[in-house]
């Protein structure tokens, strides 16, 4: 009777604890916690994107005096040559995919090779992180990608045996490990933080760290090509170094958050939930008030006892998770936020890392075409103009359409709904993908017309399925089981976004009709998807869950 009585009274101070949580004013705390989660997907976004600019670069070096040889002929328009100009790296862009054996799928798997790092990294930080607590495992996923992006800056050639390709790919992979890990903690500790009106919005708000990474990558570029125009317009070999910077610049974030990461505290949820410390969870509750009135974001946290368990709780074991998703209904929202992320990273990703093809049609790819002689010829370019006009174009397109989707989604996610939102993404999207198709040979001569519709498409990306496969799976799975849900998840997207860079991306310039065909079939199959998993606003993690009944002794 009296373990009855003992499990009452612990559920109650766990039910009470939870609640102080669930419905505390928007404060410091949770600015804090915002902030260092976001700075962390700031770093995450700069390293997985910085390398469509980075590549060609490498390209131009290590690949341009090889396969770059001939001559421009006679009477180019606007040269006026009266004498053949030799084509050299120094003037002409190196064509990697057509001369490199197997060109258009190396490049695709030095671009993919983060991805799978991903995939690795969400699914072990995940598991452990609900193995071991998230306390333990928030900071090294940064230090791996600290260490990574330092490694990937500094590689080269050997001298006999692997290509700087090769081993860019391999820091990558790592790299890649350690922002897939991210994912999970960054989510699943400012979901449990977070109050129920604002957890949406807090957590699209790290998320939407991603856009202003993207944004400041095309910026580095930028001012690091504008610093060293003159050096490269005398010796194209200086990208060498133009690339080396804009990788390194990756740890930038990344310094400056992870101190913030490895002190902050263990989440009262993961206390009381997976290790049975009710006393623990309580106390941390009242630190965490405490602090949300501080108006400091820097506020450390003192006195960290260690939480031992004081009732028994469900386990958290392989055959526990069995159990528990074994359960249709449990088993289909694990579905449903695996594969609408997946749907979801196939054409983001396939888009996002081939923007070649985007930046021809919006002329910030090089220079047009000329007719000499009746032949349509690319006249030679000034390197260091060339490379500076695709950093501006890639950060036209980050402004035009992907950073204000962000914003939009934070600013509304709380009023609109989880569910709305991405049903009306995948809508627009695969509307956007389908008219793209259907008037591709037509479409891509009309520059105005193209950046309308791809800039649109690239707006509920954001504001839609991008930041919605994020933000729902943080909130739907049961304490025990909340950060391996997640890092499935977010794996299940990253097969996506591999199928989308590797085997589809190296056909996207030759058979561009079909590729968005099928990425406008797989963004409809996604909508469709959103069925299975529940809307989350408003509702507490324990009611969407289901799990009140966590203590069993």
Known sequence: MSAAVDKGTESAKRAQAFAHLDEAKLGWFHLRAVIVSGVGFFADAYDIFVIGQALPMIYQVYYGPKYISGSYPVGIPGFNNTEKIPKTPQNTKVNFNDNYPNGPHMDAWVKASTNWGNMVGQVFFGILGDKLGRKKMYGIELIIMIVCTIGSALCSSMVNGWSVLVLLSIWRFFLGVGIGGDYPMSAVITSEFANVRYRGMMLSAVFAMQGIGIMVGGI????????????????????????????????????????????????????????????????DVAKVLALN????????????DVATAKVAVKSNTFADFRGYFGQWRNMKVLIGTAYTWFALDVAWYGLSLNQSTVLNLINFNGPAKVSVNGTKITPPVDIADLFYQIAVGNLIIAFAGTVPGYWFCVALIEKLGRKPIQYFGFFVITICLAVLAALWEDIKL????????????????????????????????????????????????????????????????????????????????????????????????????????????
């Open 446 to 553: 009309q520059q105005t017309q193209f950046l309308v519709v791809f800039t649109i498409a690239q707006f509920f990306f954001q504001f839609g399925p991008n930041t919605t496969t994020f933000v729902v799976p943080g909130e739907v799975f049961p304490t025990r089981f909340r950060s391996t849900g997640h890092g499935i998840s977010a794996a299940c997207g990253k097969v996506g976004a591999i199928l989308g860079i590797q085997a589809v991306g190296p056909y996207f310039t030759d058979n561009a009709r079909i590729v968005l065909i099928v990425f406008a079939v797989i963004m409809a199959t996604g909508g469709a998807a959103t069925w299975l998993i529940p809307e989350t606003a408003g509702k507490t993690l324990e009611e969407l869950s289901g799990e009140d009944d966590v203590i069993i002794a």
């Open 293 to 304: 009135s501080v108006a400091s974001v820097a506020s450390n946290w003192e006195g960290d």
């Open 220 to 283: 580095v570029f930028i001012c690091t090509l504008s610093a060293m125009r003159s050096q490269i317009q005398a010796d194209y070999t200086v990208l060498d170094q133009v690339w080396r910077i804009a990788l390194g610049f990756g740890i930038v974030p990344a310094l400056a958050a992870v101190y913030f990461r490895l002190t902050i505290p263990e989440t009262p949820r993961f206390t009381v939930d997976v290790i049975g410390d009710t006393n623990k969870a309580d106390s």
